[in-house]
Structure formats: structure tokens, C-alpha cells
């Protein structure tokens, strides 16, 4: 078989043809990467401001009678592990549990036995840009109920 040979000028256009890819490529891959790492962050935030609102709402159920009133919301931020996250809203309530869950007083004249109401808003912004992926910033809420144990 006859095989033509390559001149100079057909192996630097190849390899030109070849960077080209190479970067189309790799900045496809970037992108997919740093998708994946995003909500993979939204999902962890997700999970620590579950994990905050309950254990906020266990430290609530047995603190109804302490003086002076336990500040709730500075016992939120820190289970929330020094996320750069910004509170949008934080209310902790006794709760009527025939009317669902409506706010009927402070969570710290709660007695015995009834619900109190711990919820929060956060909101996110993500690290890497994300083409309108995510919004920008990313808004999570959380609602935990629990009964109280104290007065």
C-alpha cells in the first residue's frame, strides 16, 4: 500500500485543529465539574440548616422556663459550621397544633406538652458562576416541630 507522507504545513494544521478541541473540551468538562460541586454545596447548606433548625428546636422544648430567655437564634448560627450564609428570616413560635401549627404566642410560655415551632430562611451564593443554573443567591427554608418539655 502506498501511504502519502505529511508535509510540515498538513502536522501544524492538525495540531492547531487539535488545541482547538482540546480547549472546547476541557472548558466543557470545567463546566460540568463545577456544577456538580455546586450542588453538591447547596445539598451540604441544605443539610446543616435542617440539622440547625432541629437542634434549635431541641434546645427550645427544654429551655421554655430558663431566665434569662436563651437567644435562639444566635444558638442557630452555630450549627450552621461558619457557612457563608445569610439569615433571612428566623421565628420561633408556640404553635396551635388544631390549627395547623398557626403562631398562637413566644415559644417561651409554652407549656408542657404542646408544640413549638422553629423556622428559618437562608439564603446562598453560590461560589462559581453558573449560567443561570442556580439562582443567584439560592434561598433555603426549614421548618422543625417539636413538643415542649418544660413549665
Known sequence: MFRP???????????????????????ACLLFMFAIFEYGRVI????????????????????TNTQPTPNLQTYFTGFLANQPLTISSFNAYQADPNSNYANIGPWQNTPFGQPIVVQAQVSYS??????????????????????????
Not at 447548606?45 to 427550645?60: D, M, V, W
Not at 443554573?133 to 413538643?147: C, E, I, Q, S
Request: net charge positive; aromatic share 8%; charged share 20%.
Open 5 to 27: 507522507s505529511r508535509t510540515g504545513s498538513d502536522i501544524s494544521r492538525r495540531s492547531g485543529v487539535t488545541v482547538v478541541e482540546t480547549a472546547i473540551v476541557i472548558g
Open 126 to 151: 453560590p461560589l462559581f458562576p453558573t449560567f443561570k443554573f442556580l439562582p443567584n443567591p439560592v434561598t433555603l427554608k426549614d421548618t422543625a416541630t417539636m413538643y415542649s418539655e418544660g413549665n
Open 44 to 63: 451540604m447548606i441544605r443539610q446543616l440548616l435542617t440539622n440547625a433548625t432541629r437542634e434549635t428546636a431541641r434546645y427550645a422544648v427544654y429551655n
